[in-house]
């Protein structure tokens, strides 16, 4: 899977953190008032409070839980699928291949079924939560990336910095939303998944978590993941951090990334 590469989010919180603070001059008499500049989101550190063994060989695009039950979609030419993944050991319970000519990316969960995205086709496939047999497919606009469900619509990522609501049955486009860091558009935005009261995010080849307020696309928080990429250590620059499940009943976290051989149970530092 080819994309272009995003623009480095890491230069700009390091730089704006090392810079000392200014005092902006005061505005001549005739100079029009300027808005102040949109502040940066605080960042917070994560606190690991469990490993458990991913499958390396998982190119991870979407993860969920769902139904006291971990779920994965992994994309790989010709090797798609969607499985059910046993927290424990990591082992695949069960799985369900996509078409080998579309490659599989974001995941949700809405009623009894799960919802699959495929990058390039506009095809989302359905599938039984229990069994993962096919349930049927649905078309949707634009590229598949990330997706997620707030409990009324899902929330569709394509890449770009804009996020769409969808109405779940159908797939038709009900409103959308600019995501924003530090009052500029925010792309590269990939799986997503909903904590609590707003939505969680990987942004593609960075190594954080973005909180972002779906009314306003706001981005409200980083979460800073660097730690965990440190550990894993990989060497493949596609290995990057992807994946983010919440289990509501427990409040309990996890993360993981394409080809990492760790999930990450992890609580934000406060």
Known sequence: MTRLFPPLLLPLIVTASALPAQTAPRPAPSSPVQAAPAPR?????????ARTPHDPTAFTEGLIWHDGALYESVGREGQSDVRRVRLADGKVERR???????FGEGLAAWGRELISLTWHDGIAHRWDARTLRATGMSRFAGEGWGLASDGKRLIHSDGSATLRFLDPKSLREQGRVT????????????????????????????????????ATGRVTQLIDLRPLVAEVAATDPEAVANGIAFDPATRRLFVTGKLWPTMFEIKLDR
């Open 41 to 49: 989101p605080p960042m917070v550190g994560v606190t690991v409070v």
């Open 96 to 102: 369900a291949t996509i078409p080998p000519t579309q």
């Open 179 to 214: 995501v924003t860091f530090a009052g500029k558009p925010l792309d590269q935005i990939n799986e997503l998944e909903w904590v609590g009261d707003s939505l969680l995010a990987n942004v593609w080849h960075q190594p954080f978590l973005v909180r972002i307020d779906t």
